[in-house]
């Protein structure tokens, strides 16, 4: 498993932000898998490349065309650092206080619980599940339920998902 850095506001290994996209494909080789960009809901999807099997994601700016998102998931062939800790072997608590160290969480987030974006770095943490909802959850399950439950808050425990983003990205996500 190849070792990965996060450089806020710049790159997750070889995943750079602010580069075109046929620069970051040759950067990254192998196979990929594009979505358009495309409106849903009444909501401007931006275009996106898929790489290593769905684990890895690239957004690309509607106007410009450059990298200014890139997501690395748990299913990733990739042990993801930041400042040295392991992403995905750290608890939710320990990336957060880590992470924490550098930069402040944003508390404005909707999805607060299962996102934890750190807009001054540029850095943002999902998990698809709250522990503590999922203990509420097993408190009141039937027998049948309980070994799923389990797996879910021991999988809760642990963010699935890093992204990185640039400084345009937020603002124009958040205004």
């Known amino acids: 498993m190849k070792t990965v850095e996060v450089v ?11 580069i075109d996209q046929s620069s970051l494909r040759n950067a990254v080789g192998g196979d990929f898998e594009n979505q358009p960009a495309h409106v849903s809901g009444g909501i401007s999807f931006p275009e996106k490349d898929w790489f290593y099997d769905h684990s890895v994601s690239v957004h690309y700016d509607l106007q410009s065309k450059l990298a200014n998102r890139v997501s690395v998931g748990i299913d990733s062939p990739f042990k993801v650092l930041f400042k040295g800790l392991d992403i995905f072997s750290s ?39 709250i ?12 027998e049948e339920d309980e070994d799923c439950i389990l797996e879910d808050i021991e999988k ?20």
């Open 91 to 129: 608890e939710v608590t320990q990336v957060l206080s880590h992470t924490h160290k550098y930069g402040v969480l944003s508390e404005n987030d909707t999805e607060l619980g299962y996102s934890y974006i750190f807009p001054k770095l540029g850095i943002d943490y999902w998990r698809d599940s």
């Open 8 to 18: 806020p506001f710049e790159r997750i290994g070889d995943l750079v932000l602010g």
């Open 131 to 142: 522990t503590e909802d999922l203990m509420a959850d097993l408190a009141n399950a039937d």
């Open 156 to 175: 809760s425990k642990k963010f699935q998902l890093v992204s990185i983003f640039d400084e345009a990205y937020w603002t124009e996500n958040n205004d």
